[in-house]
Structures are given as structure tokens and as C-alpha cells.
């Protein structure tokens, strides 16, 4: 080999080099990003699930709220039925 081949082959093995090391640099600023965006998803997904949960226990807690206001107004009922007092509709006049 000569000394231009060598000095040739020399350049171009640098610039290569160089190549790859802007490559390389790319690549850890990519997964730098990755990273960061699976945080933010990671939480965001927590925060998430926690409102899930909480909607589904104010769901569970008003079901609840509302069979006993149902049963409590069938027992009123019933309890107006045995009594036997005559209901009053809303102006006050007596009914039935």
C-alpha cells in the first residue's frame, strides 16, 4: 500500500469514527427522551388508575346510598300503610 492509500483509508476511518460517534450520541439522546416519556406515562397511568378507583368506589358508595334511601321509602310506605294517615300532597290539602 502507499502512503495516499494509507492517508486515504486513515481519512475515511475518521470520518467514520466520527460518524458513529455522532450516531452514538443520537441514539443515547433518543433513549434519554424514551425514558423520560415512559415516566410520564408511568405516572400519568398511576394518577389514572387511582381516579378509576375512587370513581368506582363513590359508584359503589352511591349504589349503596341509594337501595337504602329506596328501602327506607318503601318502609315509610309501609309504615304510613299500617298507621293508617293519610298522605298530604305538597300544599298541604289531605289526600284520599
Known amino acids: 500500500m502507499t502512503t495516499v492509500q494509507l492517508e486515504i483509508y486513515a481519512k475515511e476511518l475518521q470520518m467514520h469514527f466520527q460518524e458513529e460517534r455522532r450516531l452514538r450520541y443520537e441514539l443515547e439522546a433518543r433513549n434519554k427522551e424514551l425514558e423520560r416519556r415512559l415516566a410520564e406515562l408511568t405516572a400519568l397511568n398511576q394518577l389514572f388508575q387511582q381516579h378509576l378507583e375512587q370513581r368506582m368506589t363513590a359508584v359503589a358508595s352511591l349504589q349503596s346510598l341509594a337501595s337504602q334511601l ?6 315509610a310506605g309501609a309504615m304510613v300503610s299500617l298507621v293508617g294517615v293519610k298522605a298530604e300532597d305538597p ?3 289531605k289526600t284520599g
Open 91 to 93: 300544599k298541604g290539602r
Open 70 to 75: 329506596e328501602q327506607l321509602s318503601k318502609n
